[in-house]
């Protein structure tokens, strides 16, 4: 279902349908939108496998964005926090944000936790079939402690940030996830060869 057959709850809003369409944006950039939904611990890897997934796929042609957790918490999102009730709103936010890049042909990449699998189904609702891949960054929270990249994990452990995710908030692990990555198993560069696999096998690359 599309946000134009979604009635409005107030009957005086209604969908303005525009000449230029998706399908129309979509064929000139020569591409199917899709959206790649990065979900993992803090420091499992979403960034930086997305980034270089991001970097192959606009090198080889490809129109492409970015949406990534910290960046959009400095501005759509600032004023959230990371209750479960402000983790729901980022990603409900995020989810919109996504389906409109997609709406204008692109190739998007989210990089967020999104710790609950009620809130990445109901993102992957908005999309059409087959244009929603949740990509599940698979790294033992060992492992993402160890790495700790911008020493959260030790401020978790100090008690310094309340309701981590991994510590001291839950994290809802996919069940079906459309590509599995192991980042304590592959490099970046396998695990972005990876996902160009899935991208071609899912039929969204030639
Ligand atoms: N309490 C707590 N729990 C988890 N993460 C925290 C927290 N406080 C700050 N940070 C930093 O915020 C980044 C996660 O933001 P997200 O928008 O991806 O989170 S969520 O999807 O709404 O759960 C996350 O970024 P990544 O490490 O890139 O995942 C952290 O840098
Ligand atoms: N195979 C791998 N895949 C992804 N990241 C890796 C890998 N091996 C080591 N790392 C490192 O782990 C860290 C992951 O950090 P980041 O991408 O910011 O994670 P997230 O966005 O999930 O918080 C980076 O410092 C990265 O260099």
Redesign the pocket.
């Known amino acids: 279902m599309s946000a134009a057959d979604t009635p409005h709850p107030d009957e005086n809003v209604v969908w303005h349908k525009h000449v230029i369409d998706k399908q129309y944006r979509a064929e000139q950039k020569k591409q199917r939108p899709a959206l790649l939904w990065f979900t993992g611990l803090?420091?499992s890897g979403?960034?930086t496998v997305a980034g270089a997934l991001e970097s192959k796929l606009a090198q080889m042609g490809y129109h492409t964005y970015l949406l990534d957790?910290?960046n959009?918490?400095h501005g759509l999102c600032r004023d959230l926090g990371?209750s479960d009730h402000d983790?729901r709103e980022?990603?409900r936010r995020v989810g919109e944000v996504a389906k409109l890049m997609t709406d204008a042909g692109l190739i998007v990449f989210s990089?967020?936790?999104?710790?609950f699998r009620e809130e990445r189904q109901l993102v992957r609702e908005l999309l059409p079939e087959g244009e929603f891949l949740e990509v599940f960054v698979d790294t033992p929270l060992e492992v993402c402690e160890s790495r700790d990249p911008?020493g959260?994990y030790k401020k978790a452990r100090a008690g310094e940030?309340?309701?981590?995710?991994g510590i001291s908030?839950a994290y809802e692990a996919p069940e079906a996830p459309e590509v599995h990555l192991h980042t304590d198993e592959h490099s970046v560069e396998a695990l972005v060869d990876q996902c160009i696999a899935s991208l071609r096998q899912a039929g969204i690359i030639g």
């Open positions: 803090s420091g979403k960034s957790g910290d959009v918490r990371f983790r980022n990603i990089a967020f936790i999104s710790p911008k959260l940030i309340k309701a981590f995710t908030s």
